[in-house]
């Protein structure tokens, strides 16, 4: 049996790192209480070995710090003055693991270069932490889809139909304190009808004043709504929960570390997780929170932000660990994007990707100079 100790061993060497900036279209507009999306800019570090090994990190975050305190110039200035000057020729993993838990918060990038050397790792040894996850991972993962914010009915009434056509496992619709209720009340018997699981994702939009729309969306479906209010707003989480017990509450932007899950749990209040592998810091991160809530019978399952198919692809490796969940927010590549990074490109047959398919997809170089808009290497110093 793998332990940790044995992964915290291997070597990683260091050459370079590459920031890649990318600007992805996408194939639609995206509204949530966050902010409207157009493109995808995203973040690429290409890791290199002394040997001219490659590995490919994705760092999810926004270009704002409007989902988390992240932001994408922000990420790149922590690569370069409290990351790659600490790398040196030859470590290890745990060493490398070291000097990112020492900068505190940073999520995001951190993982991404955790990924990035990760990549690297099992190109070489054929090693990686998911080895520290007993349970056989399934050949399907089951995948749902999230929703904007609608501003048109008949847009809203299409999409909705084609993603219950589609055979997405979950509808996750966006919602904000000025979500057009009656839209949801002109849809309703369309999703009554299947039997598809639908939710809802404030993105922290909701305060202590906006209970009464919170509570049409509790009791009107009784399913899960993730991330209601700002995370740490326990006066107004506390003031809902008391209104109305039985709310079913997911929690994403609050949950940044194992620490946050223990604290809501010890308290009573976590009834299920939105687990980002970039949110908590990586794989190791997450292993550790898989573990928990599966000692812990908590629902989990992994959510996304968007990511391109190198991103996606290790969020699928880490659903493939959660036997219990009933979908990911890990759509197939053409849900998002014009053209996606990756080839093959991601693929989703009802509702499912298959692990296979995932097997040799591979980062295109020509789609990255294609998308590059920016670009810096970075050398060893030492
Ligand atoms: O709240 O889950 C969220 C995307 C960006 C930022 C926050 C969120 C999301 C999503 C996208 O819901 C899910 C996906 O990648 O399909
Ligand atoms: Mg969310």
Redesign the pocket.
């Known amino acids: 049996m793998t332990q940790k100790e044995d992964i915290l061993q291997l070597p990683i060497s260091f050459k370079n790192i590459r920031l890649i900036r990318l600007n992805l279209p996408q194939k639609e507009q995206f509204v949530s209480g966050i902010g409207v999306r157009n493109s995808r800019e995203a973040l690429i570090i290409e890791w290199e070995d002394i040997h001219g090994v490659k590995g490919y990190g994705e760092c999810s975050c926004r270009p704002d710090p409007y989902y988390s305190d992240e932001f994408i110039e922000g990420a790149i200035a922590l690569v370069d003055q409290f990351i790659v000057p600490f790398l040196v020729t030859n470590q290890t993993f745990g060493d490398l693991l070291k000097l990112l838990d020492k900068i505190r918060g940073w999520n995001f990038t951190k993982a991404a270069v955790e990924m990035a050397a990760l990549q690297v790792i099992e190109k070489n040894t054929g090693k990686s932490p998911f080895e520290l996850l007993q349970n056989k991972p399934l050949d399907h993962v089951p995948v749902g889809i999230s929703l904007g914010l609608y501003t048109e009915l008949d847009r809203m009434k299409k999409v909705v139909k084609n993603a219950l056509e589609t055979g997405y496992k979950r509808l996750k619709f966006k919602i904000s304190p000025n979500v057009r209720i009656d839209f949801f009340e002109e849809i309703n018997p369309m999703l009554f009808a299947a039997d598809t699981y639908v939710s809802f994702?404030a993105?922290g939009s909701f305060g202590e004043n906006d209970l009464e729309i919170f509570n049409y969306f509790a009791n009107t479906y009784q399913s899960m709504i993730?991330?209601p209010f700002a995370p740490n707003r326990f006066d107004v989480l506390l003031k809902a929960k008391k209104e109305n017990p039985d709310v079913y509450i997911c929690y994403?932007e609050e949950i940044k570390s194992i620490g946050d899950l223990m604290k809501l749990h010890h308290l009573g209040l976590l009834d299920e997780v939105?687990l980002k592998v970039g949110r908590v810091g990586g794989v190791m991160k997450s292993i550790e929170i898989i573990q928990y809530c599966a000692e812990h019978n908590i629902p989990c399952w992994i959510?996304g932000m968007f990511e391109t198919g190198i991103g996606r692809t290790l969020n699928l490796r880490m659903a493939s660990y959660l036997p219990n969940a009933r979908a990911h927010d890990l759509s197939p590549s053409d849900r998002y994007f014009l053209e996606d990074i990756v080839q093959p490109n991601i693929e989703m047959n009802n509702g499912m990707v298959a692990m296979q398919s995932l097997q040799n997809c591979e980062i295109q170089s020509n789609l990255i100079d294609k998308y590059t808009i920016d670009q810096k290497t970075l050398e060893a110093t030492c």
Do not use: H, L, T, V
């Open positions: 994702d993105n993730e991330q994403d939105n959510g």
